[in-house]
T-cell receptor, first 114, second 117 residues
Framework: AQSVTQLGSHVSVSEGALVLLRCNYSSSVPPYLFWYVQYPNQGLQLLLK??????LVKGINGFEAEFKKSETSFHLTKPSAHMSDAAEYFCAVITNQAGTALIFGKGTTLSVSS | EAGVTQFPSHSVIEKGQTVTLRCDPI?????LYWYRRVMGKEIKFLLHFVKESKQDESGMPNNRFLAERTGGTYSTLKVQPAELEDSGVYFC???????????????FGPGTRLTVL
């Protein structure tokens, strides 16, 4: 069965610092992996996705993630944090190409201080 | 184009009462999903419609939950009778149907926060 583990329920960084949000997955078949972001009072928005093409995936707002099969990881990074990046971030996995249920991690809340 | 909308945004009810949540997907999206996030836990899948048919309802917690999607447009999720453990945020998502060989991105609504007292 598939699963996702997000390390750290809360991450705090200073404005301009590197953002690193960790995600490890478990899957017996090649996965599709996603990062979603939820800003206050809004729905989940797709940041980026890995669908078996390039292992380094670039998303919106300067975020990127690298799929590492050997480490079963899909960590999310951004070189320089901005105050507007403060939100909750969710890693998710899906293993059926037909768009069935996403399996989510517990989420990581990112705080950015000035 | 309007995104996925959900109504109400918040609902506070007492244990034993009935609540109906509504989701309007993006126009033309055949796939509709319901998810739930209980406080402190991960977002979990409840069920999946393709048009008006239930494709997968393996995540529905028990028979107090009833989901419908008459006519293949909007969907409702009824909880009757509500229990304390039903409190959480209920998300709806939709995606287009483009065939079984491609991944269909799911677009999420803002969620309905349900509090059962």
């Amino acid at each position: 069965a598939q699963s996702v583990t997000q390390l750290g329920s809360h991450v705090s960084v200073s404005e301009g610092a590197l953002v690193l949000l960790r995600c490890n997955y478990s899957s017996s078949v090649p996965p599709y992996l996603f990062w979603y972001v939820q800003y206050p009072n809004q729905g989940l928005q797709l940041l980026l996705k890995y669908t078996s093409a390039a292992t380094l995936v670039k998303g919106i707002n300067g975020f990127e993630a690298e799929f590492k099969k050997s480490e079963t990881s899909f960590h999310l990074t951004k070189p320089s944090a901005h105050m507007s990046d403060a939100a909750e971030y969710f890693c998710a996995v899906i293993t059926n190409q037909a768009g069935t249920a996403l399996i989510f991690g517990k989420g990581t809340t990112l705080s950015v201080s000035s | 184009e309007a995104g996925v909308t959900q109504f109400p945004s918040h609902s506070v009810i007492e244990k034993g009462q009935t609540v109906t949540l509504r989701c309007d997907p993006i126009s033309g999206h055949d796939n509709l999903y319901w998810y739930r996030r209980v406080m402190g836990k991960e977002i979990k899948f409840l069920l999946h419609f393709v048009k008006e048919s239930k494709q997968d309802e393996s995540g529905m917690p028990n028979n107090r939950f009833l989901a419908e999607r008459t006519g293949g447009t909007y969907s409702t999720l009824k909880v009757q009778p509500a229990e304390l453990e039903d409190s959480g945020v209920y998300f709806c998502a939709s995606s287009p149907f483009t065939g079984s060989s491609s991944y269909n991105e799911q677009f999420f609504g803002p969620g309905t926060r349900l509090t059962v007292l």
